[in-house]
């Protein structure tokens, strides 16, 4: 069965930073594409940034674009988030997101409803 659980979320104040992580299990995710979108109260869930299985090349939402980096660590089945420069509306759920064999830039034009694997969701909470 597949697993997917993020850790690493808080509350900070803007400007600073986090790094979320996202473990993954019931099989090997060297060839899934792993994501994270987030969502705030009252909003839809949005994408933020994937990484492709693979060669590993990553898409970004433009609002996040500079400021967060997003990596995995193949033999670990684990994908991270390092968030820099967070901003108030920065302040959401963010959730851990994997799907076979597509690319980072695939996921980005997927609606969140056609992906299957999801975590429970990490709260990130910026203050000004």
């Known amino acids: 069965q597949v697993q997917l659980v993020e850790s690493g979320g808080g509350l900070v104040q803007a400007g600073g930073s986090l790094r979320l992580s996202c473990a993954a299990s019931g099989r090997s995710f060297s060839n899934y594409a792993l994501g994270w979108f987030r969502q705030a109260p009252g909003k839809e869930r949005e994408f933020v940034a994937a990484?492709?299985?693979?060669?590993?090349?990553?898409y970004y939402a433009d609002s996040v674009k500079g400021r967060f980096t997003i990596s995995r660590d193949n033999a670990k089945n684990m994908v991270f988030l390092q968030m820099n420069s967070l901003k108030p509306e920065d302040t959401a759920i963010y959730y851990c997101?994997?799907?076979?064999?597509?690319?980072?830039?695939?996921?980005?034009?997927?609606?969140?409803?056609?992906?299957?694997?999801w975590g429970q969701g990490t709260q990130v909470t910026v203050s000004s």
């Open positions: 997101a994997a799907a076979r064999l597509i690319t980072a830039r695939v996921m980005y034009n997927m609606s969140p409803s056609d992906l299957t694997y």
């Open positions: 990484v492709s299985w693979g060669a590993g090349s990553t």
